[in-house]
């Protein structure tokens, strides 16, 4: 069992930046794939960043590509979400999932494939 909680959220203008923090307990943390998601306005889970075991393959949704960057320390059991030119449309709860690699499939953009979940923390971006 993998317990992650998630930091850094807050309220920011439109253009600032902020990064989040998710801290992994319970698990060998280099062994998961780690993602980043986010809460849409009909309360579903839409995939923004994921990042592999090693750190050396990443994807990102198409709308946060060049303004958003994941990445992890695996010393520290900690994956990060730095957010640069936030927009007002960034505004909602931003979740960390780990997904545990049962494929050579090294990220996955997927809700369905991660198997813990964060608790979320709230982004706010002001115009």
């Known amino acids: 069992q993998v317990t992650l909680v998630e930091s850094g959220g807050g309220l920011v203008q439109a253009g600032g930046s902020l990064r989040l923090s998710c801290a992994a307990s319970g698990g060998t943390f280099s062994l998961y794939n780690m993602g980043w998601f986010r809460q849409t306005p009909e309360k579903q889970r839409e995939f923004v960043a994921t990042?592999?075991?090693?750190?050396?393959?990443?994807l990102y949704k198409a709308s946060v590509k060049g303004r958003f960057t994941i990445a992890r320390d695996n010393a520290k059991n900690t994956v990060y979400l730095q957010m640069n030119g936030l927009k007002p449309e960034d505004t909602t709860v931003y979740y960390c999932?780990?997904?545990?690699?049962?494929?050579?499939?090294?990220?996955?953009?997927?809700?369905?494939?991660?198997?813990?979940w964060g608790q979320g923390t709230q982004v706010t971006v002001s115009s």
């Open positions: 990042i592999s075991g090693g750190g050396g393959t990443t």
């Open positions: 999932a780990a997904r545990r690699y049962t494929s050579n499939t090294l990220v996955s953009t997927l809700v369905s494939d991660y198997d813990f």
